[in-house]
Every structure is written in C-alpha cells, then in structure tokens.
C-alpha cells in the first residue's frame, strides 16, 4: 500500500513547468472536469496541491458528483488534466475548455454545494462551461417508435 501511495504523489507532485511571457503556452484557458465522485483523501489534498504548484485557480466539488474547474497558462492546465486523468478514477470527463481573457479566480477554492459550485460559476461568467459540465456524460438515447 505504501509503494502505491508514493507512486501517486510522485506522479501528483511533478516539477511545475516554468511560464515563459510570450509563448504559445502562455494564452489563458479555463477546463472543467466532472468525475463520477471524489472521496478519497489523497486526491483530495492532491487536487488541490497540483494545481497550487502550477499556479492555476478555480474551484471543485467534491462528493458525487466531482467537478474541478482550473484556469490558467495553456501549458499548466493541459499538464494539470493530464496527470489528473491519469489516476484511477470510475468515470472521468473534460467537459470544456475556453479561452478566457483574465482570471476569474483569485485562488483554488472548494465550494461545499452544487448550488455554492454554481453560484460561483455564474459570478465568475462562466454559465457556458458550467452547463456544459452538469450535462450527462452519455449523450441523449434516441427515442425508438
């Protein structure tokens, strides 16, 4: 068990890559991610350590469902996805991506409701990324006559 664990935070806990001004990597986007849940404590403080060491904000959700929206360089959210959805997860989707401006975050918050995640969406005008991520992981079943 403990191998495992050190593996996971070796993986959680990479160097951060450095944010040079002016590369192609350094346009601002926003992802959202949604999970089937989040529940374990290592992911949790993970979650939440990773995204601090890539300088990203935004907020999460945990319980079920899990959301985790984070904003900043290209290069450090692109990372920030992709070890992410490299753990073990029952069910892990990208929901979207956009460009943005300037942040909408000034930290990595945790919002303790659904409702909380919402209202926090829709100050930080992101209503197209949020409805984008409440929506069913499986598209709609056509309806047979």
């Known amino acids: 068990m403990r191998r495992t664990s050190a593996l996971l935070r070796r ?3 990479g160097t951060p890559p450095s944010d040079q001004v002016g590369d192609s990597g350094s346009e601002l986007i926003v992802t959202g991610l949604s999970m089937h849940h989040i529940y374990c404590d290592r992911k949790i ?3 939440d350590s990773y995204a601090s060491g890539l300088n990203l904000t935004g907020l999460y959700k945990l319980g079920k469902p899990g959301r985790v929206v984070v904003e900043g360089r290209r290069t450090n959210v692109e990372q920030y996805v992709s070890v992410v959805r490299r753990w073990r997860w029952q069910k892990i989707a990208v929901m979207g991506t956009y460009a943005v401006d300037e942040r909408r975050f000034a930290a990595f918050t945790e919002a303790m409701t659904s409702a909380e995640f919402e209202q926090l969406m829709l100050t930080a005008e992101l209503k197209s990324l949020h409805d984008d991520m409440v929506r069913s992981y ?6 047979l006559k």
């Open 45 to 47: 403080e993970a979650i």
């Open 11 to 13: 993986r959680i806990v």
């Open 138 to 143: 499986k598209a709609p079943r056509p309806i």
